[in-house]
């Protein structure tokens, strides 16, 4: 009787992830913007450049786009300040929202996402495969929330190609 007590607590527990992870995997990314989408479908993007540099600041130094549009303003009553993008041959694998600090917005992502994977003081992860969903920014000496979207197998590929162009980069400069 005890056996059966215990698989069946596993099981709802199983099928309660899944379901909550569903829901990640089945939104693939924020919003409309889309994990593995081509960044020329969106209109509302602009690449990094020395015009726009400013708005990526030490938030998003290491993003290649910032969202332009006037559409995504806020979650709930949560304010979103920017939001940031990279790409790998043109697919969008990064997709950073940064938010105020309002302590809803950390109640409810996971309201929405369920149990995180991952959870300490400053943040919570949902890793249920091919995507990643983290939130960061809890502790006191954070002004802000980061909600950071991820496909795994496009991330692996940027970084493997910017170890590589890196190399030669480096390699190049004793050649000359």
Sequence with gaps: ????????????????????????????????????????????????????????????????YVYVGDEYTKIGETDIFRIFVNTHDNLIYDILVVTAKDYNLWKTIEIAYGKPTVSDKSMKGWYPGKIRCRIWGQ????????????DVELKDLASSKKVKDDKAKAEDQFKK
Excluded at 11 to 35: A, P, V, W, Y
Excluded at 139 to 150: L, Q, R, T
């Design 139 to 150: 502790a006191e000496y954070y002004n802000y929330y980061w909600i950071e979207y991820e």
């Design 1 to 64: 009787m005890k056996n059966i007590f215990i698989i069946i607590t596993l099981l709802i527990s199983f099928c309660t992830f899944s379901q909550d992870s569903n829901f990640l995997i089945s939104e693939n990314g924020f919003r409309q913007i889309k994990l593995r989408s081509n960044i020329n479908d969106y209109n509302f993007f602009e690449k990094k450049n020395q015009n726009n540099e400013k708005y990526f600041g030490l938030l998003g130094s290491s993003y290649e």
